[in-house]
């Protein structure tokens, strides 16, 4: 039982997972707002709208964002001799972003 759809999953593609991971051991979804659940008819045409929505949401669609590292971590980083593609392999980020983001500090 979940209140809202959105919190099974971060996209479509995720929600229907977890529908078909509840059915292969025997258990339904309910959904409170708005009422609708994963049994019988209504289960049935639920599947049908996700899938018809998976189909045309962009694979991306879904995916959490890193946050971008800050500035000053970037920049303590340099001062400790690393360079910008060491920088770049240790935060997670790409090369593109750490220079973005010294040029930000040099302005």
Same mark, same amino acid.
């Given at each position: ?13 995720? !929600? ?36 018809? !929505?998976?189909? !045309? ?27 910008? !593609? ?22």
């Amino acid at each position: 039982m979940v209140t809202r759809l959105d919190q099974l999953g971060h996209s479509t593609r995720n !929600v229907l997972r977890v529908i078909d991971r509840l059915e292969a051991r025997n258990a339904s979804l309910f959904v409170v707002e708005p009422d609708i659940t994963s049994d019988g008819e209504g289960g049935r045409a639920l599947r049908a709208a996700l899938k018809a !929505v998976a189909a !045309v949401e962009p694979s991306w669609a879904g995916r959490k964002r890193r946050k971008a590292p800050e500035a000053e971590d970037i920049r303590a980083l340099q001062e400790a001799g690393v360079g910008p !593609v060491e920088i770049a392999r240790r935060l997670g980020v790409s090369r593109m972003t750490v220079w973005r983001k010294l040029r930000t500090l040099e302005a």
